[in-house]
């Protein structure tokens, strides 16, 4: 999204409750449909606001789409700021806090599959483009790092590079699986990765740590 493309932030209490309205609906249709079925129409009926009313904030389909993968990943940083403290003190063996770590993930994308397969395939066709949405999404990443890489019971030969590694495989693994119909790859559904893809990781994490 470029700065031409960006919203105009709204000033007054009325004007930021139809701009969450927007927002709001604009990601529940997407969740639904699709973005390609998205339509400002659409929007503006679920939002209860006029047409012209978006435009006056978004420059178009593009402007808003990317507005709204911003709002989520915002959403998604929050809840995984409020749960690091949490996760880490839920127990003090590390091999159980990764794996928490890692189901944690699972069902975030599991709950949120349909609006994550949109912004992924959307990703995908913007290759390279420096955004907003992009970076908030290497920030999620770097916060379960953060999470896994903090525990006191942490071995010194799980690293950084290791860490990141295992869950950049892990985030693969559950992108693949929101991209792809069910139909046509059955082997791993969200109950056999939801039982194995944490034990993966650590197995990953935990090799040739004497």
């Known amino acids: 999204m470029t700065t031409t493309d960006s919203p105009r932030p709204p000033q007054q209490k009325r004007s930021r409750a139809a701009m969450e309205r927007i927002l709001s609906a604009a990601q529940e249709l997407v969740a639904e449909r ?7 129409a659409d929007v503006a009926v679920r939002a209860e606001v006029a047409v012209g009313t978006i435009y006056s904030r978004f420059a178009g ?4 789409l990317a507005a709204v993968q911003e709002r989520w990943l915002d959403q998604l940083l929050a809840r995984h700021q409020a749960n690091r403290t949490a996760v880490a003190e839920t127990s003090a063996d590390f091999q159980d806090v990764a794996a928490r770590c890692v189901s944690g993930l699972i069902s975030t994308f599991r709950d949120h599959a349909d609006l994550i397969r949109e912004f992924a395939l959307r990703n995908a066709a913007q290759p390279g ?11 999620v990443f770097t916060q379960l790092c953060d999470v896994i ?4 019971g942490r071995p010194d030969e799980i690293d950084r590079p290791r860490v990141a590694l295992a869950v950049r495989a892990a985030q693969s693994i559950l992108e693949w699986r929101v991209t792809t119909p069910l139909a046509v790859a059955p082997d791993n559904d969200w109950d056999t990765l939801s039982r194995d893809l944490p034990g993966l990781v650590m197995r990953h994490l935990s090799d040739h740590v004497s």
């Open 34 to 40: 699709g973005a390609a079925a998205l339509t400002i």
């Open 61 to 64: 389909k593009d402007a808003l």
């Open 129 to 139: 483009q420096d955004n907003a949405a992009l970076r908030k999404l290497h920030d």
């Open 149 to 152: 890489l903090a525990h006191p």
